[in-house]
């Protein structure tokens, strides 16, 4: 057995590594430990959620957003993309269908948005907590203020996405202009998991800049800081941003530390992208068979997915479409699961540890 086997079983049996291992799992993998790992985070997400896979119905309700990040098609500095905002009318009518087609989370995702104002905002979450009482609601807006972000709790909103792009301050000024700060970003997060939101982080696979000692230290904030859900994707460069020529992230590392990532957090919520997607035709099932257990179909209108294009190529009309949801189920029976017609709230309990 190598030594690379041997920590792949510490790992998949005691459920963290030191960062030096971490460190030779990463700069070592192959193919048969990919493999390897793939099958013990499977085995582990059967045996603590059995087959079933949750289905969130993702509503990208505003493209507008004030900030420059280097990496992002909707960056503020971008003259090209065709702006939109959804009415609180066109978010309910999005619910409404979902809650048909058999969606009981709904996830309002958008830029950094002023016009959003948190009586806008908490309005438009109680409206969808008052029609659709059984059903989760997910935030994913990015930075806002303690207050803002209490407000919406209050107002019935259950989770919140926050992907902090990178757990190391330089890599994080790389991708980011000077007027965002990691520590708030990190702040946030320690915010929302005090406020008693189900909280989710993320980061790119392959962005710009990103080491295999970059990695490490996202998998030890993901074990230090321990998220309710966690979402990667690869990055995928964007025609209009500073990052153009950069080369994009790999499906096969974004699979590899999807793996890594359920042995270390076994409860976690772990969603197969639409950038993995996007990545590779068949990314989605791949990521279930490493150990995803979420997939978030888009319940957004068919006249506003292509103008939502964070990175180029982004798929939008196919069986990623919520109202593909026989498609997708037929995907996932593929790789055998079946898609589970409930909140799929996590199992991770927030607790205070020491990352606060």
Request: some cysteine; hydrophobic content about 35%; charged content about 25%.
């Amino acid at each position: 057995m190598t030594e690379l086997h041997t920590l792949a079983e510490q790992l998949a049996a005691e459920h963290d590594l030191p960062d030096k291992a971490l460190h030779a799992l990463i700069a070592g993998r192959n193919a048969e430990i990919q493999r390897y790992l793939a099958q013990r985070a499977e085995a582990l997400r059967q045996k603590i959620y059995g087959n079933r896979i949750y289905i969130r119905g993702l509503i990208e309700f505003t493209n507008h957003c004030k900030n420059d990040c280097y990496y992002c098609g909707i960056r503020r500095s971008n003259g090209k993309a065709q702006r939109y905002r959804l009415t609180r009318a066109d978010i309910l009518a999005c619910c409404e269908e979902g809650y048909r087609l058999g969606f009981r989370t709904f996830v309002l995702q958008g830029g950094e948005d002023p016009y959003f104002t948190d009586e806008r905002l908490t309005d438009i979450v109680r409206a969808i907590r008052a029609g659709f009482p059984d059903c989760a609601i997910t935030l994913s807006v990015g930075e806002r203020s303690v207050q803002s972000y209490r407000a919406l709790f209050q107002a019935g909103a259950d989770r919140y996405l926050l992907r902090h792009e990178t757990a190391t301050k330089a890599h994080y000024d790389r991708l980011h202009p000077p007027a965002m700060d990691f520590e708030r970003r990190m702040d946030c997060l320690r915010q929302l998991r005090r406020i008693g939101y189900q909280t989710g982080c993320g980061f790119m696979v392959g962005s710009p800049g990103q080491t295999d000692e970059h990695l490490v230290r996202e998998l030890r904030f993901l074990k230090d800081f321990q998220p309710h859900m966690v979402g990667i994707g690869p990055f995928l460069p964007h025609a209009d941003t500073p990052f153009r020529d950069q080369p994009g992230g790999t499906a096969e590392l974004t699979l590899y530390l999807l793996s890594l990532i359920r042995l270390l957090l076994p409860e976690v919520l772990l969603p197969a992208t639409t950038a993995l997607g996007t990545a590779a035709g068949d990314g989605r099932e791949r990521g279930i068979r490493a150990g995803a257990n979420v997939v978030m179909p888009n319940l957004s209108p068919l006249s506003v997915r292509q103008k939502y294009m964070l990175y180029d190529k982004k798929i939008f009309t196919g069986e990623e479409s919520a109202q593909c949801v026989a498609c997708l189920a037929k995907r996932m029976a593929s790789v055998g699961c079946e898609i589970a017609v409930s909140r799929g709230d996590s199992l991770i309990r927030t607790q205070h540890n020491d990352f606060y």
